[in-house]
């Protein structure tokens, strides 16, 4: 597969058969400005948002006759198994910021996880459920999610092969979360790519947990 980072917590993954999936698409500008990340003009055939935030959800630009997922469930979609679990956006079960999804997608012999804006550890029952996985991403800024040291955390629980962070204080987002370095600085394993798209299969994946850090593409 193909994992393409716009930017902020979107994503477009692309299969061997050529099946794009966009998750959790933002508002080009939204509050006020603050995510300045470009437009998504693109084309899907899935797309899956995590909660209904502009910074997730906006869908209005993306083209194509997509399949939406943006409820909790097991979806299968062009061979395509979806998971989607309920969880919180904050600590306090979603009395401050709602609910929020996470994905669980297996396609091409890989199992990927995208966890939304996830703002709490993972109960036992919940990563029995998720189970084995092999590519996880992951916000990493804090204040409106987990924060470094709590996806360190998560990293370990998931035990993915590879994670890819997001979510993080760049140039283009003025946030008040942290950037991607109080993630990685005490991390061996990392790589930071100068580009917004990686290919990753089961044959290719590293032997030790890694860090992927790919460059935005708007």
Request: overall charge negative; hydrophobic content about 40%; some cysteine.
């Amino acid at each position: 597969m193909k994992i393409k980072w716009y930017g902020h917590a979107a994503f477009k993954i692309t299969t061997d058969k050529g099946i794009r999936i966009i998750i959790d698409p933002y508002e080009s500008g939204a509050y006020d400005g603050a995510l300045a990340y470009g437009k998504i003009d693109e084309e899907a055939d899935i797309v899956l948002t995590s909660h209904d935030h502009a910074d997730h959800n906006y869908v209005e630009t993306i083209s194509g006759k997509y399949v939406l997922v943006n409820k909790a469930g097991e979806y299968d979609v062009r061979g395509i198994k979806i998971k989607a679990f309920p969880t919180f956006h904050d600590n306090s079960a979603g009395k401050e910021r709602g609910g929020n999804l996470i994905f669980v997608i297996g396609v091409d012999d890989l199992i990927l996880v995208h966890t939304g804006d996830i703002g709490h550890a993972l109960e036992p029952d919940l990563l029995k459920k998720i189970g084995k996985t092999d590519i996880v991403l992951l916000p990493v800024g804090g204040f409106f999610t987990i924060d470094a040291a709590e996806a360190s955390k998560m990293t370990d629980s998931l035990a993915s092969r590879v994670t890819i962070p997001m979510h993080y204080k760049t140039e283009k987002c003025a946030f008040p979360i942290a950037p991607v370095e109080a993630f990685t600085k005490n991390k061996n394993n990392v790589r930071v790519l100068d580009k917004s798209e990686i290919d990753l299969k089961k044959e290719n994946l590293p032997e030790k947990p890694e860090v992927i850090v790919l460059r935005h593409a708007l």
